[in-house]
């Protein structure tokens, strides 16, 4: 089992910055990934940025390139989403996830449907 606990989320005025941050702790061994996804109220959960933990390779939603940065401390077990210039359209419960299982290693990022273990959430509203 791994648990997934974030911080940092609040309210902010729109133009402003928030950095979340997620710790894993437990079977943290085998975690080959780590991402954010993002649900706004009635809508679907939807991808926001991941990164691989061997390489560091990242993936973005194209709607936070250039806006939000994602980065890992391995050994820290823990991942960070700078978001820069956030917008009222980013108000959403962001929550972290982590990748465990070896089939799903080639897999995209963007899936939610392939990451093992997921945080309670942490909520975001950026105000106009």
């Known amino acids: 089992q791994v648990q997934l606990v974030e911080f940092g989320g609040g309210l902010v005025q729109a133009g402003g910055s928030l950095r979340l941050s997620c710790a894993a702790s437990?079977?943290?061994?085998?975690?080959?990934?780590m991402g954010w996804f993002r649900q706004g109220l009635g809508k679907e959960r939807e991808f926001v940025a991941a990164?691989?933990?061997?390489?560091?390779?990242?993936d973005y939603a194209d709607s936070v390139k250039g806006r939000f940065t994602i980065s890992g401390d391995n050994a820290k077990n823990t991942v960070y989403l700078q978001m820069n210039s956030l917008k009222p359209e980013d108000t959403a419960v962001y929550y972290c996830?982590?990748?465990?299982?070896?089939?799903?290693?080639?897999?995209?990022?963007?899936?939610?449907?392939?990451?093992?273990?997921w945080g309670q959430g942490t909520q975001v509203t950026v105000s106009s």
């Open positions: 996830a982590v990748r465990g299982r070896s089939e799903w290693y080639w897999s995209s990022l963007t899936d939610p449907v392939r990451y093992d273990y």
């Open positions: 990164i691989r933990r061997n390489k560091g390779n990242t």
């Open positions: 437990g079977r943290t061994w085998s975690n080959h990934a």
